[in-house]
């Protein structure tokens, strides 16, 4: 039996607006479920198991064949995200992805890994600071990009709200220093899933790129890429677009 | 006697706001004169004869020192702008500064190219729309594409106000299957050198961005990067930042 992955949304083509593929034109898959509780998560749809009744059951070829259609067929990045992709079984969707000329990147908090992350084209690791109430497992970090050694590019990405997170980044950068890192200024939003579509504030998210870029050249951390969430400036929090 | 280059300004360290480095700490080195009289330039004190009074003859070295003074003595990514900076002997520059662990990116329009090119660690390509009042030169882009094949990763940067310039931007990337190419849109500013300093409207041009997004994807140009000005939505058209 193929396996079953649950997709809480698949949209697009639109741009990636954070991170290393910034600006390219992406499909988003989001998966449903997540073994973390974030206290400023903005993915609560596919998160909470308020939304679990949302969250569809679809094997890799039905994935496939609805990324095609919204891509007309021809080959795009595909963006992994969730909740957390890394709980899913997402090998086969890779594999005939690629045999279509998809690329796949994913993005994971890092802590649980896979051996098919080799096959992915891109991995995001996304551990998350001391703001978002968790607590980081190295080991399964170590061990995310220790299984996508052999295969794709792997990145670090760190939200940012404050000094503590800025610490936090500085240091789980340290641990991994062949990793490209990628900062990003946190977007804050009230707590509670009602708010997760509320507009922003841009002016106060360029005073955060600002600090956030005031610290890292203080610390000539000439390494660390300072990004903004383009989507969020453009479109606001609205989902699914 | 060592080659002297006409230097506007000197700044950072601070993000490069645009195209594939975004996000990234860079001193820019900002070189005065072009050969180009864009209609919308940004960077007239740069370019009109006017502001020749403030570019200061600098040798490499002393180019050099004034970037590491900057940057604490800390290698990071140097960016030469203008003006067109491929109308400066910058080879020694490059040399110089590679010796001590810096890396290199040029933005030039693509008229003219040097030698030295392939020394470079990125050369952006930025060719100029109808908008701008310019012609290109095809050849002249084409001596750059090779001047550089050896050396830096080239990459095309193509400022987009309206159809024309996009029609414009499809056509030059055919021409160079090869190069990744980045989508900005228009940042309009009033004519005039007295107008550079004034505020954007940052909801304008997520507007722009977003019809730009548009006709990429309803195009299915996959491969292009779509990407604003960051600086200018962080600190508007203040030069210097
Ligand atoms: S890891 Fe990501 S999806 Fe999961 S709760 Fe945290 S922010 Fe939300
Ligand atoms: S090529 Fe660049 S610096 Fe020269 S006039 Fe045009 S926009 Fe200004």
Redesign the interface.
């Known amino acids: 039996a193929e396996a079953v992955v649950r997709v809480s949304e698949i949209f697009?083509?639109?741009?990636q607006g954070e991170g290393a593929l910034?600006?390219?034109?992406t499909v988003f898959v989001r998966t449903g479920g997540c073994d973390y509780r974030c206290s400023w998560c903005d993915s609560l749809h596919a998160v909470d198991s308020r939304y679990r009744a949302d969250w569809k059951p679809m094997t890799s070829g039905a994935i496939l064949d609805e990324v095609r259609r919204l891509?007309?067929d021809?080959?795009?990045?595909v963006t992994i995200s969730g909740g957390n992709p890394a709980i899913q079984p997402l090998g086969d969707l890779i594999r005939q992805g690629h045999e279509r000329g998809y690329r796949f990147a994913l993005e994971t908090q890092g802590s649980v890994s896979q051996d098919w992350f080799a096959e992915l084209d891109m991995l995001v690791l996304s551990p998350k600071p001391p703001s978002s109430g968790m607590v980081t497992d190295w080991q399964a970090l170590a061990n995310c990009v220790a299984e996508a050694s052999a295969g794709p590019r792997t990145v670090l990405k760190f939200v940012v709200f404050d000094e503590a997170d800025y610490a936090f980044a500085r240091d789980a950068a340290s641990r991994f220093p062949a990793l490209a890192v990628?900062l990003q200024p946190g977007n804050p939003i009230p707590e509670g899933a009602e708010a997760e579509h509320e507009a922003v504030d841009?002016d106060a998210l360029?005073r955060r790129?600002?600090w956030l870029?005031d610290r890292?050249?203080a610390d000539?951390?000439?390494e660390?890429?300072?990004?903004?969430q383009?989507h969020v400036?453009?479109?606001g929090n609205r989902r699914g677009v």
């Open positions: 697009g083509p639109t741009i910034i600006g390219l034109p891509s007309g021809r080959p795009l990045t990628y841009p360029m790129m600002e870029i890292v050249t000539r951390w000439f660390a890429h300072v990004l903004p383009l400036l453009i479109w």
